[in-house]
Structure formats: structure tokens, C-alpha cells
């Protein structure tokens, strides 16, 4: 998640996403968007189900230093 943040921040755009001036200026295949488009969900959808795990441990430890 660190790396993401930091490659956003160096590049201004998703890894295996190209920016928005060459999209613009190259266009891109509609195939090709739908593939990273389902790419970048998978990958939020891992990265939402990690949060989950770690937000159900941090309940778990309260509950246990609450008791």
C-alpha cells in the first residue's frame, strides 16, 4: 500500500495505467482499458478484504484489553 502511494505520488497515475496526456494523445484500446480496469478492481477488491482482516483483529484485541 506504501509502494502504491509512493508510485502515485512519483508518477501521478496507477501502475500499468498510462497517463491521462498520452491516453489522450495515443488513445487506447477499449480491450485494453477493460483488462486494467479489472486489474485495478481485483485489486482493490484484495486490498478492501485485507482492511476487513485487520480492522476484525483490532476489534478482537480491544475486546480483549476491554475485558
Do not use: C, W
Not at 491516453?23 to 478484504?49: A, F, N, P, T
Amino acid at each position: 500500500v506504501e509502494e502504491l502511494g509512493s508510485f502515485i505520488k512519483t508518477n501521478g497515475h496507477l501502475p500499468n495505467v498510462p497517463p491521462a496526456s498520452e491516453i489522450e494523445s495515443s488513445g487506447m484500446d477499449i480491450g485494453q482499458m477493460q483488462r486494467v480496469m479489472m486489474e485495478k478492481i481485483e485489486e482493490l477488491s484484495l486490498y478492501i478484504i485485507q482492511q476487513q482482516e485487520q480492522i476484525k483483529e483490532l476489534r478482537e484485541q480491544l475486546n480483549k484489553t476491554n475485558k
